[in-house]
Every structure is written in structure tokens, then in C-alpha cells.
């Protein structure tokens, strides 16, 4: 009997030796009491990785080996989960929302994206906004595209932004004081706006060439498409007058049938949105200074489709003439706080006239006409250049830089002041564009556009 039991006793040795020996296996080996990586094998079961490829066992993967369709190591299901196999998807098991592909795991399971599960997941661009299953984002929030924004606006930076004119750079989110690059510039989005005393929302700041080119190309030039959209405020008697194809935008854009707006030898001219060489006609600089500048040769129908497009309309003879005299109060925007006398054909800080404005770091190419700038563009400022001549609401060149489209009657501008030599006049009168201070019937082709005449956007 003593023999029997000394027999069982050792038995329990072996066994509790051989426990022993197992427990000094490497610590997460998915199968500890495994063959070792390179031994011979049929099948993973006989491995310490659980994979056997080609008759030997693989290497034992950390947390498990995410292709041999077993759910070991540190994985929540097979395959997948844990700190080394991918994340799992939908209604597998999960620990915690690392696990799943969705980042949401609940009761143990992945959940698909939600758009309220306070996660940015899915396709979605921004936390429970954008893509295909979310509401679309508020302005400032991620985006990828302009579906993705509520105001159908994702800008360059690719943030939701209000206007969809200011999508862009440089033309977008470059008016205000200063120049580009340097480190004191005060700029902002040049679709920004103030409100009068009558609730009226003002673009501060004129219609730049970089916000014409955001209409012109979500559309491919044809502008004709966007109307037929039924735009709030636009008349339909109007599409005719848009171009409908890329060819006739550049057309409507470039220097054909406006005054001023050739730039050749002959032309002298200035216009500010750029376009490839027309023959001899060309700008002399690049489309990123042009394009942050305040844009004239354009139409009347054109500025109002640019304010339709982004929601609004021109203003009225009326709204710009309380613009430049405060409501009446003063004769330039400035004198709510400056009284000091403006002295035409002076460099002036508060207003952009008589040439005042240069283009910095012109190109050492640039054409010149004795020792003028051939391209008349040198003198015509980004908005907002001029900040000491805002007015009491802060719209920026009120009166300067341009004169403006009117929204009273197609192809009516009112006479403020501009860069070249337009005086401030004494009478609001708006005056036809071919007729009043231009003239008569020789100068009708001046409907079309003029280097001298820009236009700002209002809001209802």
C-alpha cells in the first residue's frame, strides 16, 4: 500500500514540475504550452503563436496574431481589437471604443457612427456634423467639401465658412490692414459684415477679384446654371446678361467692351481679375496679388449675381450715400473721428485716391509707360488698406478705391471717389453708366465694365 502511495506522490511532483515549467513560458504567448517560433507543426493549435504556416509555427505576435481567424492574445473578437490586431467593426465584441472602427462601443458591442454620439466618426468631417449621415456643420467647424457646411461653404483651409464667395485665400480671408506676409497685417474674411442702424447687414468691405473667381469656377463659367437655381433676389430677365460657359466668364471679366481695362501698350489700362494673356493684352501681375484686390470691369448683372450668389444684393444709391456721410452726420466717412480737412491729389492715409495706393514688391518685369506702371492694377488696393477711413459702423473705403454698382436700376453707379481721379461729387444723384458725367451714346459699350467701378454686398 505504501508503494501505491509513493507512486501517487510522485505523480503530483511531476505535475506540479511540469506546472512550474509552463509558468516560466514567456508571458503572452497566446498558447503558452506551445511549440516554439520555427519548430515543426500540422496546424496553430500546436503552436505558442497559434499559427502554423508552411509546417512551422510563426512568431508569437504581441496581443495575438490578427490573421490566423482565432480570437487570442488581447484581441475582443477574432482578429480584431486590442492593442495589436485592426479595430473591429460593427456588432463585433469590444472593451472599450479603441477597439472598433466606429471609436462607439456599447454593452460590449461596436455601434456604427451616430450623429450624436459626440464622436467625429464615420465620414462624418467635424463631431456629429458632415458627410453623408450627419447634419451638415455650423461655420468654423471641419469640413471636406461644401456639402459638408450648412452655408454649402467649405473654405481652402477647409473650415465651414459663412459666404460662399470667401472659400478662397487670397481674395477670401485677405482684407484689412496690412499687407500679405507681413507680420502686423490685420486681416479678416472679406465677406465680413456690419449692420447699420436699420438692421441692414454691409459687406465691410468691397467685392474682390478672389471672390468673383469662387462664383466663376464652382460653376465652370457657367453662371447661367446658377441662375436657373432660382436664386433669392435675382431676376430671371437678367441670366441673359451671364455668361454660360468658362469662355464667355473670361470674356465678361476681361477687357473687351470696357473702358479702361485694356492693358497694352495702347490700353493703359487696369483690371483686376486674372486671366491668361489675350494677345498683346495681359496683366502684369500674378493671380494671388490680383486677385486680393478690389474687383472692377465687371457688369452691373455680374456684381448683382456675385451678391445673389452669396445671399445678399449691391446696395442702393441711398445705402452708399449714409455709408460715405454716416447717416447724414458728416461729408466723409472718416469725420466721426478725424475733422482734419482732405486735400485732394495728397497722399492721403484714410482714403485710397489720386493714385495714392502701390502695389508692394512689384515684378522686375513690369511693363512701364515713361515712368508710370503700364498695368494700372499697381494703384488699385485690396479692401481695407485703408482702416483710418472707415466709417462710424466700420465699413472700409466707403468712399475710395472704387465707385460703385447700384442697386436701384440695372447698370446705374453712384459717383463717390476712386483710385485714379473721381472726386467725391456734392449731389447722391446715380448716373446711368454711357450717360451723366461719362457722356452720351459713344461711351454705351462702358455697360459692360469700367477700371473704375467695383460694388460691395448688403444683406436683408
Known sequence: MSRVWLGLASLVSVVLVGTSACSADPAGAPNPNGKDEGAACTEGAECKSLTCNAGKCTAVIAGGNPTDKVKNGGETDVDCGGPAAPKCGDGKTCNTGTDCESAVCT?????????????????ESDVDCGGSKAPKCAVDKACTKNEDCSSDACSYAKKCVEYRSCTGHFGGDTCGAGETGEPDAKHENCCTTVTNSDGLKIGKYLITAGRMRAFVERYNGNLQQWAATKPKGWDDAWTSELPASLDEANAALGPEGKKGCSITTDGKGARTYWQPPIGEDKN???????????????????????????????????????????????????????????????????????????????????RKDGTDPLDRTFWIAPPGRR???????????????????????????????????????SSTTKWPVGGGPFGGGANEAQKYGYYAIGARCVFE
Open 107 to 123: 454593452g460590449g458591442k461596436c455601434m456604427a457612427p451616430a450623429p450624436d454620439d459626440k464622436l467625429k466618426n464615420g465620414d
Open 284 to 366: 502684369d501681375f500674378p493671380q494671388d496679388v490680383l486677385d486680393e484686390k478690389a474687383l472692377n470691369c465687371f457688369s452691373w448683372h455680374m456684381a448683382q449675381a456675385l451678391c445673389a450668389f452669396d445671399g445678399g444684393r449691391i446696395p442702393n444709391n441711398d445705402e452708399i450715400q449714409a455709408m460715405v456721410t454716416n447717416d447724414g452726420e458728416d461729408d466723409y466717412p472718416w469725420q466721426f473721428q478725424d475733422k482734419s480737412t482732405y486735400k485732394p491729389k495728397t497722399a492721403d492715409e484714410r482714403v485710397v485716391s489720386y493714385y495714392s495706393y502701390h502695389t508692394p514688391n512689384p515684378p522686375a518685369d513690369m
Open 387 to 425: 482702416p483710418k477711413g472707415a466709417n462710424k459702423i466700420g465699413v472700409q473705403d466707403a468712399l475710395g478705391n472704387m465707385l460703385n454698382w447700384v442697386n436701384d436700376d440695372p447698370q446705374y453707379f453712384t459717383w463717390t471717389m476712386s483710385w485714379e481721379e473721381h472726386q467725391k461729387m
